[in-house]
């Protein structure tokens, strides 16, 4: 079964090399959109290409290049879409070719043809880029293997029912997520008059969530950091999370032009921050050592990398084989899970609620209406002191000796 491509691994394809080194022409097919093919030349250069047959003949499409400038993965993903209704019409897709962007969804489009411009029109467009990847991968992976070729028009209430309660059976969360992408999608085809209403309206989530409280204590705490010992950047990354309970995206692709002030102060921009706000962390002592002990392989642009090429990925292995040494469930925490203990840690230890809600680029709690307009005070020094102060607290704990350091942490006025 050919893998489903992704936008990311669009981006970064490169040409292969065969058994004499030498860059070759290759061709990488989509698993979500029959037909659809990467072409990687050996310069590097990428396009789309359509692979059909008519009339009993192979044939092959160009659509344009792939990449920055290039046709998007959703845009080319509609063509082929609305190349195979041709073909299903007994017309050849290259003697009427279709617009690859299309400005619109037609009544009679199939579920596949929809969904490319959902995501190349909404979603990509107007949510996070993580929102995003993550609706695209709930339609690859659910919705199409299920109601490729059906006619938006005609799906029923009852088939999402179906189709969402069968997700949740294995994957309630799953299920939940779906149901939400579903929603926004026959919403949107709504509001552009393809449908004249949602089928998904009334449908209720599978799965009742509970917002999670799981904090670890300090012996769990103690172990984990213990287990980071030799784990290369996945280890160090993991113990950043501790001391600054920043979210594992952030920390997993921080590059070096973020810190500042000589690795004493890291700089989110808005577009790396899950609410698009940008975010000053001031770095404790403990934090710049983990930094300062990374290499930079070969001038890499991420602080935690394998390969000197791109930031570390894959988190779920490594959670587990860290857990295991340390002697945790790995399904009794998550990596978020770092952040609720690095909050409540720091409360524990006299901070005041708004300084730990701004630590943590909240926007939320005290800092929400009027206070979020006119409350314009940074906090950056009562900051720098919390996270110090927890980052001590930690230390302390990993090695059972008092630390040294007094740090007062002022009180609120």
Request: charge should be positive; proline fraction near 6%; charged fraction near 25%.
């Amino acid at each position: 079964m050919s893998k489903v491509l992704t936008a990311r691994a669009v981006m970064v394809a490169k040409p292969k090399r065969n058994a004499a080194g030498e860059r070759v022409r290759s061709e990488i097919p989509d698993g979500a959109c029959p037909g659809l093919y990467l072409l990687i030349e050996p310069t590097g250069t990428r396009s789309w290409a359509h692979r059909y047959r008519y009339r009993g003949v192979s044939k092959k499409r160009t659509l344009g290049n792939a990449g920055e400038g290039g046709l998007s993965l959703a845009a080319a993903r509609h063509a082929v879409a609305a190349a195979r209704h041709r073909l299903g019409r007994g017309a050849d897709p290259a003697t009427a070719p279709h617009p690859v962007a299309p400005t619109g969804v037609v009544s009679n489009d199939s579920v596949e043809a929809a969904v490319a411009s959902f995501l190349e029109l909404h979603a990509y467009r107007k949510t996070r880029l993580n929102s995003a990847k993550s609706t695209e991968y709930s339609f690859n992976r659910f919705v199409l293997p299920a109601w490729r070729g059906r006619k938006v028009a005609d799906i029923a209430r009852r088939e999402i029912i179906d189709l969402v309660e069968s997700v949740a059976a294995d994957t309630p969360y799953a299920g939940n997520r779906l149901l939400a992408a579903l929603s926004k999608f026959f919403s949107w085809l709504v509001a552009r008059d393809v449908i004249a209403m949602s089928p998904a309206a009334g449908v209720e989530r599978p799965h009742r969530e509970v917002a999670r409280e799981r904090v670890l204590d300090d012996d769990e705490l103690r172990r984990l950091w213990r287990a980071c010992e030799d784990e290369g950047p996945f280890g160090a990354a993991l113990r950043l999370m501790i001391l600054t309970g920043t979210r594992r995206n952030e920390v997993s692709a921080m590059p070096w032009e973020e810190l500042h002030e000589n690795r004493q102060l890291w700089l989110l921009p808005a577009e790396r921050t899950k609410n698009d706000r940008p975010h000053a962390i001031p770095l404790p002592t403990q934090a710049r050592a983990i930094i300062e002990s990374r290499p930079q392989i070969n001038g890499s642009a991420f602080v935690f990398t394998i390969d000197g090429r791109r930031p570390i990925v894959g988190w779920a292995k490594v959670k587990r084989e860290i857990s295991i040494k340390a002697g945790l469930n790995p399904k009794s925490w998550r990596l978020h899970d770092l952040r609720r203990t690095c909050a409540s840690g720091m409360q524990r230890l006299g901070t005041p609620v708004p300084v730990v809600e701004k630590a943590l680029n909240h926007v939320s709690g005290t800092f929400r209406g009027i206070v979020a307009t006119y409350q314009r005070h940074t906090y950056a020094e009562e900051i720098r002191v919390a996270l110090q102060a927890w980052a001590d607290h930690v230390e302390e704990l990993v090695s059972g000796r008092k630390s040294s350091k007094v740090v007062r942490i002022r009180k609120m006025k």
